[in-house]
């Protein structure tokens, strides 16, 4: 199954093991070290970012060398960019509003 970025982000654990491992490779029993959860549980999590294409997983003779992929985590980028310019026009719309009530008042209204 190939799942995407926002679903491998979406958990903290997951963005915690991305950030960790962005600081270098590990086998998944050195991962699982790092958190307070079962190693079944950090498998679990590292599959998940391996679908997501944000961990890459090798076999080193009998082990597991998980290493980050942060390539993908532009379309956050992208994504977060058309939210700043969405939100960031109606919170300019709004200050100014707030800063000026009078001003965009119903004129119908104020004759009552």
Do not use: Y
């Not at 958190?35 to 890459?56: D, N, Q, T, W, Y």
């Not at 942060?70 to 992208?78: A, F, M, Q, T």
């Amino acid at each position: 199954m190939r799942r995407d970025v926002f679903q491998g982000i979406a958990d903290p654990t997951r963005r915690e093991i991305i950030t960790v491992l962005a600081r270098q490779s590990m086998n998944l029993h050195s991962v699982a070290e790092q958190f307070k959860i079962s190693r079944p549980a950090i498998s679990k999590h590292i599959k998940i970012l391996s679908e997501c294409g944000m961990v890459v997983v090798h076999r080193k003779g009998r082990e597991k060398l998980c290493e980050a992929n942060l390539g993908n985590l532009h379309k956050v980028d992208e994504w977060m960019e058309k939210v700043r310019g969405f939100w960031g026009a109606r919170l300019d719309a709004l200050g100014e509003f707030l800063n000026h009530p009078v001003a965009h008042a119903n004129p119908k209204k104020r004759k009552k």
